[in-house]
């Protein structure tokens, strides 16, 4: 009963099953966001790897409960990467928080993780806090904290976006087996032979890779059986 109906298809019209099909698999995906964050939790790792390095753990109660704590920064970073924030927006406010942590005490950290000399940052540290003058070799220190700040959060985040991807990618194949599976059952009517498992297994594995470009390769399918079509005319 599968072959019959899987026959009665043309190819461009199998292409498109199988993209809906991989389609339907990333809607179960987007599904785990309301447990948690789901699948979304993937990647921010990668940022709050870089985050903790600028914005040194602060163990003091008044300073922890502070908004320009460690904890509440990854907590408002967290946020925006789960709401999904574009990520440029979301790159400015995480460096505009490192920015406002930076203070005397926590200038010889982050001079450490930008590789710039701690004692000139921290005198422009000290200037920001009273608005005083820089000079130009301050200047000049601040200029690449800027530029290693800016550099490694960019690797930050596009470690954390490519990992998130791949991971929706990944939960999904199995996701889209399984439908497919399911739904070649259900027009058996529970009678599935060896062919059918391994046809829907297969439509499955496709699904995924296939669902962003299905339905552009299925009017390349179309548009390509009328050129044959005239050809034989």
């Not at 320009?68 to 995480?94: F, Y």
């Not at 439908?179 to 059918?196: C, N, Q």
Request: glycine share 12%.
């Amino acid at each position: 009963m599968v072959e019959q109906t899987i026959a009665k298809l043309d190819f461009s019209q199998m292409v498109l099953a199988i993209g809906a099909l991989g389609t339907a698999a990333y809607g179960v995906v987007d599904v785990t966001k309301g447990f948690g964050g789901g699948i979304s939790n993937r990647g921010f790792g990668d940022i709050k790897k870089v985050v903790s390095k600028f914005v040194p753990l602060d163990s003091t109660a008044k300073a922890a409960g502070s908004a320009l704590a460690l904890p509440s920064v990854l907590s408002t970073l967290r946020a925006n990467w789960l709401n999904g924030m574009a990520l440029g927006d979301q790159k400015s406010i995480a460096k505009a928080l490192i920015k406002l942590n930076l203070s005397r005490s926590n200038a010889t950290a982050m001079a450490l993780a930008a590789g710039v000399d701690a004692a000139v940052l921290g005198n422009v540290a000290d200037k920001l806090a009273t608005g005083g003058p820089l000079t130009p070799t301050e200047t000049d220190v601040y200029g690449r904290f800027d530029l290693v700040l800016t550099a490694q959060l960019d690797e930050g985040y596009q470690r954390g976006d490519q990992r998130y991807r791949n991971s929706a990618k990944l939960l999904a194949v199995p996701i889209a087996v399984g439908l497919a599976v399911l739904g070649a059952w259900g027009i058996g009517g529970g009678d599935m032979s060896s062919t059918d498992w391994w046809r829907a297994v297969l439509g499955g594995l496709l699904a995924t890779p296939l669902a962003p470009v299905a339905k552009d390769l299925s009017s390349a399918i179309q548009a390509g059986a009328k050129v044959a079509q005239s050809w034989k005319a």
